[in-house]
């Protein structure tokens, strides 16, 4: 399975940013992964015609379940979709707490994505406390359930494990607890899906000095970068790093 190295910029970046994506092409013109950037929603078709031609592939963030309707600052997947987008990213940990999203929610976002010929990284994971009390594959495999709706399509899926607790604090869980939760998505998706080809992405404070550890953690596929993708340079060592892997 070809690697997967997406970039989630979250709500960084303005036009001057894109010399960033100017950069990274330059240094990586043929990487040897798959590499994806979900820019803010702004960005989203500067970007895809920018990148159109190149291995470089864009994203959204979110999208609403419906494809239009009174729906003030949302946007669809269609949307998404025209504006030269892949990929959208559900089920943040970040819209799942600042926007209420629940699993019911996110379910309904990978079915919208799905009709609208967008390929679904749905992203799950576990908070300090309940990692504490012990309840992370708990937590993990009640939200791959209920994420990921009845008629999902494992070749446009993508599952991004990022434990909350991770996410932009520069701590990152052992390679033993990365594996551990890896093997256990393997294992919940090969059952109900028949397939063990669903690409399976780490996220939570990957830069290139971790890339590598990392990338030779069983059924790890790729990661979902935050910070450390806003940089040419630092995106540019992860995508080395799992090219290498
Ligand atoms: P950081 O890489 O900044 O920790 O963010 C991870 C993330 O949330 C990607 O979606």
């Known amino acids: 399975m070809r690697g997967l190295a997406a970039g989630n910029w979250k709500m960084n970046g303005t036009g001057e940013s894109l010399s960033e994506i ?27 015609s920018m990148v159109h031609g190149t291995a470089l592939k864009v994203g959204g963030q979110d999208c609403h379940a419906a494809a239009s309707g009174a729906h003030t600052g949302d946007i669809s997947a269609p949307m998404l979709a025209e504006a030269g987008a892949d990929y959208v990213i559900l089920g943040h940990s970040e819209r799942r707490a600042n926007h209420a999203e629940s699993d019911a929610v996110v379910a309904a976002k990978v079915s919208a994505a799905q009709a609208a010929g967008l390929k679904a990284i749905v992203c799950v994971g ?18 791959i359930e209920g994420s990921l709706p009845e008629g999902t399509d494992p070749a446009c899926l993508v599952i991004a494990y ?24 393997r294992a919940q998706l090969a059952d109900r899906f028949g397939t063990d080809r669903i690409a399976l992405l780490y996220g939570g404070s990957v830069k290139p000095s971790n890339a590598a550890e990392i990338f030779a953690i069983p059924h790890v596929n790729g990661a979902l970068v935050g910070g450390a993708s806003l940089k040419a340079a630092d995106f540019g060592g992860i995508i080395e790093a799992l090219s290498a892997a």
């Open 22 to 48: 100017e950069a990274l092409l330059a240094a990586h013109p043929t990487p040897g992964c798959e590499v994806l950037i979900c820019p803010p929603a702004t960005l989203l078709a500067r970007l895809a």
């Open 162 to 185: 990022e434990p909350v607790w991770a996410i932009g604090t520069g701590r990152t869980p052992t390679t033993d607890q990365i594996a551990e939760v890896h093997a256990a998505l």
């Open 126 to 143: 576990e908070t300090e406390a309940e990692r504490d009390g012990g309840r992370t594959l708990d937590i993990i495999t009640t939200q």
